[in-house]
């Protein structure tokens, strides 16, 4: 009739009698009497209460509960972080009631309506980093120069900057887009077009954008820089498309500008600021190229013999004024005679002169 039961300091003994909840036995030494009397011991250091007696225990002996467990209950829409001893142990998802063992340590929670503050708190997302998916929420860490887009169950709610965010995944279903803000650059390689006159050219392109409106960035556009690289694209095939080979090639800066408004225009209305555009390479086919060389060589010959008639023509000119300027002026004459006397004299070592100045100027000279 009677039975001597024994709780260790680590233990709470269910007393089940008749199939029905009876009592809670602490550290001690006990004796039940009766009988169909059956005991279910648990471990105090574990966290939670698992037994199938959970609910009879909190409807029908409250205050009994109270004594040795934290009851935590949620509703449909909240969560709850529980502590232990200060530290964040757990977080309780919606719509559950947890019985926490209190034992040798102190339990405390605290209940967040995650759907009506869906955002986690800063002081707990360092914490729900350590508990994983058991944090039951959704982190993202913005690094600067980026852009976070935050959207709760479909909808755009948040843009935040550089940092780290956690945003509650139960009951509502967050989102987490990340859009690069800083300045790139988007190559487009190897456009062929077709100019005016039927010639075949091959344009590269590139381009330096930012995105300044990342909701609508997002929300118009699929992929921002695929967009753009097809603007460009159609926007330099209708700019050279309607010039001809020597305008395209006389006419760079102007063709530039062009692509540039076109492009611009269309890209704002997606939140997207294109800052540079330039056409960096224009290739012709080889035959056109050869073509092309051969026209330069040509003008540049041209431009040459011109050049050289105009210095011969200056030079007869020049000696023709001062053939003028001698037959009227003897002592002219005579000057020049010594200028030539005098380069002729820097190229020997010996001149010898018969009678005179004027051998020198009008007879033989003998040079050694």
């Known amino acids: ?107 405390t929670f605290e209940r967040i309506d995650a759907k009506a503050e869906p955002e986690v708190p800063a002081r707990l997302v360092s914490s729900l980093a350590l508990l994983g998916r058991e944090g039951y929420a959704t982190l993202a860490a913005v690094d600067e120069g980026k852009r976070a887009l935050v959207y709760i169950d479909g909808r755009l ?94 006419e760079k800066a102007d063709i530039d500008e062009s692509v540039s408004g076109e492009v611009r225009r269309e890209m704002e209305l997606y939140g997207v600021r294109v800052l540079a555009i330039a056409i960096k390479d224009i290739i012709l086919p080889g035959d056109i190229r050869e073509i092309l060389n051969q026209v330069v060589t040509a003008e540049k010959q041209a431009q040459a013999n011109l050049i050289r008639r105009r210095e011969e023509t200056a030079a007869t000119r020049n000696l023709l004024n001062t053939a003028k300027l001698m037959e009227d002026n003897p002592i002219l004459v005579r000057l020049k005679e010594l200028e030539a006397l005098e380069k002729i004299a820097r190229k020997v070592e010996k001149i010898s002169v018969y009678g005179g100045l004027d051998g020198l100027l009008e007879r033989t000279i003998k040079l050694k």
């Open 1 to 107: 009739m009677f039975r001597y039961v024994l709780a260790g300091d680590h233990e709470l003994i269910f007393v089940i009698r008749k199939r029905r909840f009876a009592g809670i036995l602490s550290a001690a030494e006990h004796w039940i009497f009766g009988r169909h009397v059956e005991l279910e011991r648990h471990n105090t250091r574990q966290l939670v209460l698992a037994s199938e007696w959970t609910d009879t225990l909190v409807n029908q002996h409250r205050e009994l509960a109270a004594r040795y467990f934290a009851i935590v209950e949620t509703s449909d829409t909240q969560v709850a972080s529980v502590y232990g001893d200060g530290r964040l142990v757990r977080v309780v998802p919606p719509g559950q009631r947890v019985l926490h063992f209190r034992g040798d340590r102190e339990v």
């Open 157 to 250: 709610v948040r843009e935040p900057g550089a940092g780290v965010y956690g945003f509650w995944n139960v009951p509502s279903v967050p989102r987490i887009d990340m859009l690069d803000a800083r300045r790139q650059t988007l190559e487009v390689p190897g456009q062929e077009i077709l100019t005016r006159d039927k010639v075949t050219v091959r344009v590269n392109l590139s381009a330096v954008y930012e995105i300044v409106n990342g909701a609508t960035a997002r929300s118009a556009v699929r992929d921002v820089e695929q967009h753009l690289y097809r603007t460009l694209q159609i926007a330099v095939r209708q700019t050279l498309g309607k010039r001809t080979l020597d305008e395209v090639l006389a």
